[in-house]
């Protein structure tokens, strides 16, 4: 297969995430974010999503490298984001099953869409390092650490 050769039929907006400013209020909460999404499948397609609701995950099948970076760049800004902003995130890669995920709780409601996960580690500014499970339901992001679900950040941001 060569896939350099690319007929004009399969040509199809990207998935693009973009930093903005000033900062925009996101589109699911009232948290300001300077990161905005442009999803072609929905409209608006400019969509600014906080740390927490910013799931960048391109909806078509024939992802590109860059929108599969967007995406795991978009889990390692949550996770970031839950640690008040601070140390690094090394390593981010997708899992197959959110269930085999240690204390994975599953969600309240009933819900069609399948939820999706990454396992993820985190090094503090200190150095010391902790892997984690991150999963989505396509709305926001839940942070796994040590076993439990995480339910609150270090510290709420004051923005
Ligand atoms: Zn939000």
Redesign the pocket.
């Known amino acids: 297969m060569n896939e350099n050769s690319v007929s004009p039929e399969s040509k199809r907006e990207e998935y693009k995430v973009l930093h903005v400013w000033p900062p925009q209020k996101?589109?699911?909460?009232?948290?300001l974010?300077v990161i905005a999404h442009i999803d072609p499948v929905f409209l608006p397609d400019f969509q600014p999503?906080?740390?927490?609701?910013?799931l960048a995950r391109c909806p078509f099948l024939d992802e590109t490298v860059e929108e599969r970076e967007a995406e795991l760049e978009s889990v390692r800004r949550f996770v970031l984001w839950m640690h008040a902003d601070t140390g690094r995130v090394p390593l981010v890669s997708r899992i197959a099953d959110v269930k085999a995920i240690p204390g994975y709780e599953e969600p309240d409601v009933e819900d069609d869409e399948e939820e999706i996960g990454w396992a993820t580690r985190y090094e503090a500014p200190d150095g010391v390092r902790l892997d984690s499970y991150v999963v989505s339901d396509y709305d926001?992001f839940f942070l796994y650490e040590n076993g439990a679900l995480l339910h609150q950040r270090q510290i709420e941001q004051v923005v």
């Open positions: 996101c589109l699911l909460c009232d948290r974010t999503k906080c740390a927490l609701h910013g926001r």
